[in-house]
């Protein structure tokens, strides 16, 4: 399975959910490729930070970019039972390429107005895709959200208008966890003590993804 984690509005925490996916994903055994399609790089630097600090780590992480990136991960997942891909929050060449081959394509939004106001372009590039990638499948939900307020639910309320997206009840909070296993080179999952409540965030979208079906677009 091919995923990719993007959209067109920066600090979302794309990575940090590339990242947490990768972690969880390879924990289960399968062979599992990391693709650092970000001009910011921030995939690759939690790599080296990962090798730096004698973490041991069952996946291969490389960076790959451009029109070509479709051609290169195609190449690539002969070898791969799953491949995630990190492609940053702009709308590039390199993400319309991994798009065009992808499974599933994962889109978190922060419950601000600026953020959930791009879900129309959102929309307009996931049309797009689907021209040359019908069976694209999409999941949108609440990242690095409110511990508390009314943000949340006005925000996902937005995200569930028109009902052409998968996956909107899913609300991943702002925790400390998140930034603090990140700096570390690590995953929630391998935290400890484990904060019981953000591995519940995750583990709700790593079930959506990877363990139930989500409706084509």
Same mark, same amino acid.
């Given at each position: ?5 993007g ?32 001009e ?22 490389v ?13 690539l ?25 992808a ?20 929309r307009?590039?996931?049309? /797009? ?23 949340? /639910? ?17 609300c ?10 990140a700096?570390q080179?690590m ?13 519940? /965030? ?16």
């Amino acid at each position: 399975m091919i995923v990719v984690i993007g959209g067109i509005k920066g600090g979302s925490g794309k990575t940090t959910i590339a990242t947490n996916l990768v972690v969880m994903r390879a924990s289960t055994g399968k062979k599992v490729l990391l693709v650092d399609a970000d001009e910011q790089k921030s995939a690759s630097d939690w790599a080296e930070q990962r090798d730096s600090l004698g973490i041991a780590s069952s996946w291969t992480t490389v960076q790959l970019s451009g029109a070509s990136l479709n051609s290169q991960v195609l190449r690539l997942s002969k070898h791969y039972d799953d491949i995630i891909i990190d492609v940053g929050g702009r709308d590039t060449t390199s993400q319309r390429s991994a798009l065009s081959i992808a499974d599933m394509f994962l889109i978190p939004f922060k419950p601000r107005a600026y953020d959930v106001w791009t879900l129309g372009k959102v929309r307009l590039l996931v049309n /797009e895709t689907i021209t040359v990638n019908p069976s694209l499948k999409c999941c949108v939900f609440l990242n690095q959200a409110d511990t508390f307020g009314k943000d949340n /639910e006005e925000s996902l309320d937005i995200l569930r208008e028109g009902n052409t997206f998968g996956c909107v009840d899913i609300c991943i909070a702002n925790r400390k966890v998140f930034s603090n296993t990140a700096t570390q080179g690590m995953a929630v999952v391998e935290s400890r003590p484990i904060d019981k409540k953000a591995l519940q /965030e995750i583990t709700s979208l790593y079930q959506r993804v990877y363990e139930s079906n989500i409706t084509v677009i």
